[in-house]
């Protein structure tokens, strides 16, 4: 069977499944994905150099804000 965020199990009743995949330098960049939808990810052109942050509302699921921070220019 398949399973939300292509993860390997599914998730207990009142928990949300997510996957974080990090990137490999200029090669594969970050994804990140929340209850089957991806929320950031090079394809969506929004992620960025450094952190990469998906902000959810932990009680509805709901996507609040993506943003990036750049470590290394400060």
Sequence with gaps: PRHKC???????KNYFAFKIISGAANVV???ICF??????SSIKNNIGRGLNIALVNG????????????????
């Design 6 to 12: 292509g993860n390997q199990k599914s998730c207990p």
């Design 29 to 31: 960049g970050p994804s």
């Design 35 to 40: 209850e089957d939808l991806v929320l950031m």
């Design 59 to 74: 009680t509805t699921g709901q996507l609040l804000k993506t943003d990036s921070f750049d470590m290394y220019s400060g």
